[in-house]
């Protein structure tokens, strides 16, 4: 099943196009990276797709034809962990609750179902012990975790994931891949923005994204010397 | 501690000032989590002009500061929106700005119905009961806020992207948080005066935020050591007879020292100790490890000088059996994994030093994972 669907998106900020024109197709049960270098507009993009920015022109439907709006609890997004103040006074356990504040809204009551939801989320990130921790207490790698299993609690089936490997070290990285398997294997789709091209033989499908889509298709399709210079390359040929 | 409590007036003042701290600590930790204390500074400036317009409009002074307060923090916002300043040199400009046109209208009007010193620096021992009401009136209307949207709250202060993603009104909120601040402010200068009402509004939760990992424990904690403050200020107030606005706040103000010094969670003499009781650790460690690579070429006790033998017995680590020192399955799993963590660490990262130092931060899923990669790189 098709779980997004861009299609003649582009987006400027300022005057400056930040995306042009971009058609790109997301199934379920892949895990996609979307590279490009800084700049590149990765970020605008998942921004666009979660209406955080205002885009010119284009259309982005989700689920074959609904709108953000109408299915905003299936889609997770999980930023950049900088972004986050990780020493905000909240536990572990409220952190990942908050991804059921989605379906209960502010003045609805968190149920026992939802925490029950949210203990297995916890129990599947294997952070279950760190429930009662506050966020500050936990390492880079655990504090990705603790993201996901907000994302996991909410019941998302399409996760956009702003560069999870910034600041963490190899051991957390293989951890995090064995994480997203286990999410494919559900069925979900993973939409990860890397700025690297370290990781590029781990995604199913590659986007190789400079303000225009470079090239897209699997790893071995895609990486070649001549993709990965337009993808580097300063001048951007629109 | 009785006499006082004999006068009315000091009833009064009692009464409305653990109002006012209930109030302030309801809205301290998400005024310090959204980094907003100089705005709350800026809003309790602006009270100023208010009171001072309300009196020649012969409006309620109330009406007057609420006003002026909620101005402030839209033209802060405004000028950090629409302009290239920074917020807090916004907030500075709103704050300055305020105060001096509310100082040049007291200096026109030149009235004797307002007391300048009582409005900046507070005295709740002079306190009207039209203050009483409309202090009671504040707080219902910030705990019942607080209480009913506090989950609204609390996402919006710690993730604001999340909070718009969910559809929440992010706008909204914003707006009612400057107001549930400007009409805490506005109780809070009753106490302390404009000055000091920021001190209200901010220590009660840094404290809190020293010490606890829940913002509905902040607030809790916040409300009792407020209540304790005032309560003590205007004592000493009156057996001193130090102003009590300023009372008040040198009491808080020595809770927060108090606690930064030992707070169990974060304060500076707990982690002196919690650095000193890891180093002790990774010296236990270490010994450990020297013990039970002895043992394994069939050390015998009467071989060993300086290391406290009876310390190792005692941590479970080591039993004696006639003469002989054999490791408890609990030491030789703990030995073990430092002498495994070491090899696999000076392998992947070639460097004995360096192994020595990260055996002791190593657990057996790191040791896993360590495994696995030096399998595949093979």
Not at chain 2, 355 to 378: Q, V
Request: aromatic share 10%; glycine share 6%; net charge neutral.
């Amino acid at each position: 099943m098709i779980s997004l669907r861009i299609s003649n998106l582009t987006v400027y900020y300022d005057l400056n196009p930040i995306l042009i024109d971009i058609y790109l197709e997301f199934e379920s049960g892949k895990i996609y990276g979307i590279v490009g270098p800084n700049g590149a507009g990765k970020s605008t993009l998942l921004k666009s797709i979660l209406e955080l920015v205002n885009y010119e022109e284009g259309d982005i439907v989700f689920f074959e034809n609904k709108r953000f709006r109408e299915i905003k609890e299936k889609v997770a997004y999980i930023p950049q962990k900088e972004i986050i103040d990780w020493d905000y006074p909240i536990t572990v356990f409220e952190l990942v609750l908050l991804g059921r504040y989605v379906h209960t809204g502010i003045l609805g009551r968190i149920s026992k179902f939802d925490r029950e939801i949210a203990i297995n989320a916890l129990k599947k990130m294997n952070i279950y012990e760190l429930k009662e921790k506050q966020i500050s207490e936990l390492s880079g790698g655990q504090q990705q975790r603790a993201l996901i299993a907000r994302a996991i609690c909410q019941d998302a089936q399409l996760y956009l994931l702003d560069e999870p490997f910034v600041g963490v070290d190899i051991i957390t990285e293989r951890k995090l891949f064995e994480i997203f398997q286990e999410l494919k294997k559900e069925n979900k789709t993973l939409i990860i923005v890397d700025h690297d091209l370290a990781r590029v033989q781990k995604y199913d499908e590659l986007v190789f994204l400079n303000r225009k889509v470079i090239a897209k298709g699997k790893p071995k399709d895609v990486l070649s010397s001549e993709n990965i210079l337009d993808l580097y390359s300063e001048k951007l040929i629109i | 501690m009785i006499e006082p409590l004999q006068y009315e007036f000091f009833l009064r003042a009692l009464l409305t000032s653990i109002i006012i701290a209930i109030t302030s600590s309801f809205i301290s930790p998400f005024l310090i989590s959204k980094r907003w204390s100089l705005l709350g500074d800026a809003i309790s400036h602006a009270v100023l002009p208010g009171i001072a317009i309300a009196y020649i409009l012969k409006i309620p002074f109330f009406i007057g500061a609420v006003t002026s307060a909620i101005i402030t923090a839209i033209f802060v916002g405004f000028i950090e929106n629409k302009t290239k300043v920074k917020g807090d040199t916004a907030l500075g400009i709103g704050l300055s700005g305020a105060f001096a046109l509310g100082i040049a209208i007291m200096s026109i009007i030149r009235t004797k119905d307002i007391d300048l010193y009582h409005i900046l620096f507070g005295n709740v021992l002079a306190i009207r009961n039209s203050d009483v009401i409309l202090v009671s009136v504040i707080a219902f209307i910030i705990i019942v806020s607080i209480l009913a949207l506090y989950k609204g709250f609390v996402l919006w202060t710690f993730n604001n992207t999340l909070f718009k993603l969910y559809g929440f009104p992010d706008e909204l909120f914003r707006y009612f948080l400057i107001i549930l601040i400007s009409i805490s402010v506005v109780s809070a200068v009753v106490a302390v005066g404009i000055v000091l009402a920021v001190a209200l509004l901010i220590i009660p939760g840094a404290i809190g935020y020293l010490i606890f990992k829940r913002i509905s424990d902040i607030i809790k904690f916040g409300a009792f050591i407020s209540i304790i403050s005032v309560v003590l200020g205007l004592y000493s107030s009156y057996y001193l007879n130090v102003s009590s606005g300023p009372a008040i706040v040198i009491i808080l103000t020595i809770f927060f020292i108090i606690t930064m010094f030992i707070s169990p969670k974060d304060g500076i003499i707990t982690r002196i100790i919690r650095t000193y009781k890891r180093k002790k650790q990774i010296e236990w460690q270490d010994k450990i490890k020297l013990l039970y690579e002895l043992s394994e070429n069939g050390l015998s006790i009467e071989n060993i000088k300086g290391i406290k033998i009876f310390e190792f017995v005692k941590l479970g680590i080591i039993e004696i059996d006639k003469g002989k020192i054999k490791f408890t399955p609990k030491g030789k799993e703990l030995a073990q994994r430092l002498i495994i963590a070491h090899e696999l660490w000076e392998s992947y990262l070639k460097s004995h030093n360096v192994a020595e130092k990260l055996e002791h931060y190593s657990d057996e899923e790191i040791i896993k994972i360590l495994n696995d990669i030096l399998k595949s790189k093979d």
